[in-house]
């Protein structure tokens, strides 16, 4: 059974960069068929798709946060990660990392508990 | 704003049967797969239907899921307490080159 655990500062101050990781347990990240990907919640609001990332390493991202966001593997640690440069107050939000499968039509059909990310000084 | 257009709440009695709708256009759920999530009270969202209309093996034939043309719709029956969550459906949208979400339905089971 896969599972995904997120991790990381639960609070960033403004200007910085929002550092996340996912660590994937039960199944290799390498596998073909997933993409990786990075979803975020303000409280009280609705879904946001971040983007993702492919086992070869190529990303998608959304284009109002493309040039703040760096999504990246790292297939020694079975986990990959989530950047997100020049954080204000409309960055804080649950970020969920999240598995989606070509076996789901691109569903996502694995997510992490989530984690709260507070961005303030 | 999101790119895909749901109602921000819908409502019914237990036993009854509700939907919900989810509007896009030709780039996204007129090309490519929809997926409907159920978010409750407090917990990451979970996969209800994939495929516009399959469910993932544990998911009660209670839920169903449709598409034609640029909208989809959830459907759920029987309607039970436990119902009550966020819905939320989502796809890929083929101009933008990313994934995209509706704004989410909240459901209250009366």
């Known amino acids: 059974q896969v599972q995904l655990q997120e991790s990381g500062p639960g609070l960033v101050k403004p200007s910085q960069t929002l550092s996340l990781t996912c660590t994937v347990s039960?199944?290799?990240?390498?596998?073909?068929?997933?993409?990786w990907s990075w979803i975020r919640q303000p409280a009280g609001k609705g879904l946001e798709w971040i983007g993702r990332?492919?086992?070869?390493?190529?990303?998608n991202y959304n284009p109002s946060l493309k040039s703040r966001v760096t999504i990246s593997l790292d297939t020694s640690k079975n986990q990959f990660s989530l950047k997100l440069s020049s954080v204000t107050a409309a960055d804080t939000a649950v970020y969920y990392c999240?598995?989606?499968?070509?076996?789901?039509?691109?569903?996502?059909?694995?997510w992490g508990q989530g984690t709260t990310v507070t961005v303030s000084s | 704003q999101s790119v895909l257009t749901q109602p921000p709440s819908v409502s019914a009695a237990p036993g009854q049967k509700v939907t919900i709708s989810c509007s896009g256009s030709?780039?996204?759920?007129?090309?490519?797969?929809v997926s409907w999530y159920q978010q409750l009270p407090g917990t990451a969202p979970k996969l209800l239907i994939y495929?516009?209309?399959k469910r993932p093996s544990g998911i009660p034939d209670r839920f169903s899921g449709s598409k034609s043309g640029t909208s989809a719709t959830l459907g759920i029956t029987g309607l039970q307490t436990g119902d009550e969550a966020d819905y939320f459906c989502?796809?890929?949208?083929?101009?933008?080159?990313?994934?995209?979400f509706g704004g989410g339905t909240k459901l209250t089971v009366l």
């Open positions: 989502g796809t890929w949208d083929s101009s933008l080159r990313a994934g995209i």
């Open positions: 039960g199944d290799s990240i390498s596998s073909g068929s997933y993409y």
């Open positions: 999240a598995r989606e499968s070509y076996y789901y039509d691109y569903g996502l059909d694995v």
């Open positions: 990332i492919y086992t070869s390493g190529s990303t």
């Open positions: 495929g516009n209309n």
């Open positions: 030709s780039s996204n759920i007129g090309n490519n797969y």
